[in-house]
């Protein structure tokens, strides 16, 4: 790759660590997009051996590059994600992609062309760590940061994909729970406070 491809498409990239998303961490801020995308890699990595069947590397290259297109975007949270919103982002993932040389924009087409289809148990894993990393940085926010519509998102988003397979099933139901208790404690100090 042409040294100055890849400090292009680097420049690019630092956009992710500047636009946010919708969520907040845990210490009162907006998460960036960079930071789901780490935590998306770091999650794959940590249950690779779960799935030895699985290209798991290709499973990371995915929620490495999944979001790139939100560098140009900015990111719209998936209650918000319009069919038009849609193909403008894939139509910035095809710009983004004109950034790289040869086998690099193939493979991150194929990566994306593979991710939307959602035909392989790579691409299918990969939309299933999306959602629960989504759910889990809800859980670790604030609740007083949750729109009204989250509280269902919480217990719905990602749950009937994550059944597909053992680990991640068990996984999101953990993380179900947490939801829960996370709801059920505002709703006791609630109750508190109204006697």
């Given amino acids: 790759m042409h040294e100055e491809s890849v400090l292009k498409f680097l420049k690019l990239s630092e956009q992710l660590k ?3 998303r919708h969520c907040e961490t845990s210490s009162g801020r907006k ?9 998306l890699v770091l999650f794959a990595w940590l249950l690779k051996d779960d799935f030895p069947d699985l290209d798991m590397e290709k499973v990371m290259h995915m929620c490495l590059i999944h979001d790139m297109g939100e560098a140009v975007t900015g990111d719209i949270p998936c209650f918000e994600k319009t069919d038009e919103a849609r193909a403008v982002e894939g139509s910035e993932i095809r710009n983004i992609a004109e950034m790289l040389d040869g086998s690099r924009r193939q493979e991150f087409l194929n990566l994306h062309r593979e991710m939307d289809e959602n ?3 790579e691409a299918r894993l ?6 629960m990393e989504a759910v889990i940085q809800h859980n670790e926010s604030d609740l007083s940061t949750w729109l009204p ?3 269902d998102l919480q217990m719905t988003y990602g749950v009937e994909e994550a059944r597909e397979f053992a680990v991640t ?3 999101r139901d953990l993380v ?3 939801s829960r208790k996370k709801i059920m404690e505002k709703e006791r100090k609630i109750e508190k ?3």
């Fill in 18 to 20: 500047c636009n946010t």
């Fill in 31 to 39: 998460e960036s997009v960079a930071e789901h995308c780490f935590r």
């Fill in 119 to 121: 035909v392989t148990e």
């Fill in 126 to 131: 990969f939309h299933v760590l999306d959602k």
């Fill in 149 to 151: 519509l989250e509280y």
């Fill in 169 to 171: 099933g068990k996984l």
């Fill in 176 to 178: 179900l729970e947490e």
């Fill in 193 to 195: 406070a109204g006697v």
